[in-house]
């Protein structure tokens, strides 16, 4: 497959612990907190042309704990916070199987579930984003490693254990969504 250079930008993000604060399989409005920071960070690269794409795993969904309206109306939510905020998120993949816990259909392995890099490639492929020039932030290696094997060019772990940012094996190392801020006005400095 021809990679689409000249495309947009765009800022990946998977969502429990870097949009919304992990609380172990969300899917209540009310019980949804912000992370610190989100809505700067996301502002801030839409005011750069980059688009907001969410890549996330809800193998709640595949267990059975939740269904698929309910992320719906979760991220519905989630959305239209964004859009308040002055940062539309432009698309929202998630990959709800699981190959081992998932239930009935859902219990599969999928190129989608991260690590696998489907969902990011879907979004390359589905708004025409050019991922040599985009970021990719997530919690968790597996959201890294997906963002990675795409092709996205910027990779960050966001690790509140982290004394400081730090640049370790090919990705930035964060302690706060602030730390990313930083990151991006010193590339835009170059």
Not at 24 to 30: E, I, N, P, Y
Not at 60 to 72: K, S
Not at 101 to 117: A, I, N, Q
Request: hydrophobic fraction near 45%; charge should be negative.
């Amino acid at each position: 497959m021809k990679r689409k250079e000249g495309g947009t930008p765009a800022l990946i993000l998977d969502r429990d612990g870097v949009i919304n604060e992990e609380v172990g399989f969300l899917w209540q409005v009310d019980r949804c907190r912000f992370v610190d920071g989100i809505f700067d960070l996301a502002r801030y690269f839409v005011a750069h042309g980059y688009l907001i794409v969410v890549a996330t795993n809800q193998s709640g969904i595949g267990r059975g704990l939740f269904t698929e309206a309910d992320f719906r109306t979760l991220m519905d939510h989630i959305s239209a916070e964004f859009r308040r905020h002055g940062a539309p998120i432009a698309a929202i993949y998630h990959a709800p199987e699981h190959p081992t816990e998932g239930v009935g259909r859902y219990r599969r392995d999928s190129s989608w579930r991260k690590p696998h890099p489907g969902m990011i490639l879907a979004a390359e492929r589905d708004l025409g984003l050019d991922l040599s020039r985009s970021w990719g932030i997530g919690d968790e290696m597996r959201d890294i490693v997906a963002c990675r094997d795409a092709g996205v060019a910027t990779l960050v772990l966001l690790d509140d254990s982290a004394a400081a940012p730090a640049k370790k094996d090919g990705m930035w190392v964060v302690p706060r969504l602030a730390d990313v801020l930083a990151l991006a006005e010193g590339e835009k400095a170059r």
